[in-house]
T-cell receptor, first 114, second 109 residues
Framework: DTEVTQTPKHLVMGMTNKKSLKCEQH?????MYWYKQKAKKPPELMFV???????INESVPSRFSPECPNSSLLNLHLHALQPEDSALYLC?????????????FGPGTRLLVL | AQRVTQPEKLLSVFKGAPVELKCNYS??????LFWYVQYSRQRLQLLLR??SRESIKGFTADLNKGETSFHLKKPFAQEEDSAMYYC???????????FGGGTRLMVKP
């Protein structure tokens, strides 16, 4: 399996809902990433996990809560989101998280907050 | 701080014409630079990276440290090259990939 998968593909939620995004890879990668991509904008880094430990949090509001239960799985828990949080959420992984490595991206979850 | 600038949001060329997508960067360390591409309805994927010095699908990119540039070039554009292209810079710690604003390339028949 040489792909990063993300579920669900689409998600609509209200501002009081709690939902989770899921990302999975079976390439043996030890670094995993969450990005947020607004329409017509580039991806922006949110979180980095290295060996299942959170290493980077790019000043993301606490209504976004990442979790890395094991080396293959990355979750993003959502609670009390705002309409401006509507975006495409991308997951990516890389082998060890070094500067020379390619990041492999999932197809994304398109989130709409009403 | 690291920053990547792609001055053109849209580049439109005819098939067979040369293409150059510009990328400039700002970074205090030694940069690792990449070009990522997103074809219609496909995921973001690596096109090439400067460390490999390779040509992928006819595209090449040369790192010019003096001009802090990493422009993407192809001598003869094809219609299937139409896509969104992002230049990206990885920091030396390997934990932060910063993307430029992207350039949409349209190759007309």
């Amino acid at each position: 399996d040489t792909e990063v998968t993300q579920t669900p593909k689409h998600l609509v939620m209200g501002m009081t809902n709690k939902k989770s995004l899921k990302c999975e890879q079976h390439m043996g990668h030890r670094a995993m990433y969450w990005y947020k991509q607004k329409a017509k904008k580039p991806p922006e880094l949110m979180f980095v996990y290295s060996y299942e430990k959170l290493s980077i949090n790019e000043s993301v509001p606490s209504r976004f809560s990442p979790e890395c239960p094991n080396s293959s799985l990355l979750n993003l828990h959502l609670h009390a989101l705002q309409p401006e949080d509507s975006a495409l959420y991308l997951c990516a992984s890389s082998l060890l998280g070094s500067s020379l490595e390619t990041q492999y991206f999932g197809p994304g979850t398109r989130l709409l907050v009403l | 701080a690291q920053r990547v600038t792609q001055p053109e949001k849209l580049l439109s060329v005819f098939k067979g014409a040369p293409v150059e997508l510009k990328c400039n960067y700002s970074y205090s360390g030694s940069p690792e630079l990449f070009w990522y591409v997103q074809y219609s309805r496909q995921r973001l994927q690596l096109l090439l990276r400067h460390i490999s010095r390779e040509s992928i699908k006819g595209f090449t990119a040369d790192l010019n440290k003096g001009e802090t540039s990493f422009h993407l070039k192809k001598p003869f554009a094809q219609e299937e090259d139409s896509a969104m292209y992002y230049c990206a810079l990885q920091n030396n710690a390997g934990n932060m990939l910063t993307f430029g604003g992207g350039t949409r390339l349209m190759v007309k028949p």
